[in-house]
């Protein structure tokens, strides 16, 4: 996990594409919440590069910080009001849900500088994961294929396949066998 970690390199035009995608999020974005403006949500993610798999969607109230960081393949699903500060790149995997109010935070500040500088390191989550209601998945985690992380979980290390992890930090707590 750790080997991941990298200094941020926030360009201007990064900053700038932030702010035309802020303004495309408020006016043209999260005023569509009906399901039945789920394409029109993805097309606008994919616009500022996303790669989302056309059977996979976002809600309306979920927050994507920078939608050019951000994959998803088929049928993945972002919940509402679900938080992706991905300064750096988030993948979901086939078959997984992000439940509602799930925090996904790809950046830190270095403790061991005294610059105190932002870090980054990508979140990945395999198929069939399910991260549920009000969980936090920290940078640099790898959630194994069909994982389950709790609710209200904190996630600061990588999560093995086919396991049920919950609490703060996340503990295992069983095998998922189906």
Known sequence: MQQ????????????????????IYVFLFRPFASKFFRRW???LLRLFGAKIH????IYASATIWAPWNLHLDDNAWIGPKV???????IS??????????AHLCTASHNIMSVDHELITAP?????EVWVAVDSYINMG????QGAVVGATASVYKDVEPWTVVGGNPAKFIKKRII
């Open 4 to 23: 991941n970690i990298q200094k941020a390199n926030l360009t201007l035009t990064n900053n700038i594409l932030r702010v035309i995608w802020k303004v």
């Open 41 to 43: 949500r993805n097309l």
């Open 54 to 57: 056309r059977n996979a969607g």
């Open 83 to 89: 938080n992706c500060y991905n300064v750096d790149f």
């Open 92 to 101: 979901l995997g086939k078959n997984t849900t992000i439940s509602q109010g």
């Open 123 to 127: 979140i990945i989550l395999k198929d």
């Open 141 to 144: 985690v790898t959630i194994g």
